[in-house]
């Protein structure tokens, strides 16, 4: 019979570190940062707000500044998933000011839409007005201030706008656009031959 050795065991796992938390589909953004445990990233980041790229490059940046990324922030890749800790990640994540994102809501059309404050991302916003996201990014790479002038900016891979200068930008273009029309056809001068002009001597 084989008896369970009664040794102090060495602690390997913290209390929030012994098993993997599944997300609950119900959860909002502030409830799963209160979360404790472990989660997958890939469960997490769309109610995050965040790319699936993103924790290798936090991960290589913590690492150039000599900063632990697991005991630190919570980050670690376990074979192919990063993981992360949430009692640790949930400040950092915070400090990213990622959640200042806004979604745009699906009742809102164009109008609504450029009048709200905040950032948005530009994928979300050409769904509601006329310009697709494609001729956006164009006219934002041929801009080196378009940040400023547009209220456009590519941040990693997500191209984003901020609403306050970007909605001003758009109302203008759209007027631009209609002040193009075709000018109406100016009216023929009235040909002398039709009316001529009295003769002094007759009268």
């Known amino acids: ?65 000599n900063i632990d990324p697991w005991t630190t922030y919570g980050l ?17 994540y915070n400090s990213l000011n990622i959640r ?7 009742s809102w059309d164009g109008n609504s839409l450029i009048i709200q404050k905040g950032v948005f991302k530009l994928a979300h916003v050409c769904t509601k007005i006329p310009f697709s996201s494609h001729q956006l990014r164009y006219r934002a790479r041929l801009n080196l201030n378009a940040r400023e002038d547009y209220g456009i900016w590519k941040e990693e891979d997500v191209f984003l706008v901020q609403m306050e200068r970007f909605g001003p930008w758009v109302k203008s273009i759209w007027q631009q656009f209609e002040d193009t029309k075709e000018p109406k056809e100016r009216a023929r001068p009235i040909e002398e031959s039709a009316h001529p002009k009295p003769d002094p001597s007759s009268t």
């Open 1 to 65: 019979m084989t008896h369970p050795t009664t040794a102090e065991p060495e602690v390997i796992f913290q209390e929030d570190e012994l098993s993997l938390t599944r997300v609950n589909p119900t959860w909002t953004l502030d409830q799963l940062l209160e979360q404790p445990g472990l989660f997958f990233f890939k469960d997490v980041h769309a109610l995050m707000n965040i790319s699936r790229k993103r924790p290798g490059q936090i991960y290589r940046q913590l690492r150039e500044q």
């Open 76 to 92: 670690r890749k376990i074979w192919d998933h990063w993981v992360v800790k949430m009692s640790l990640f949930a400040p950092y």
């Open 100 to 106: 200042t994102i806004k979604r745009v809501h699906p």
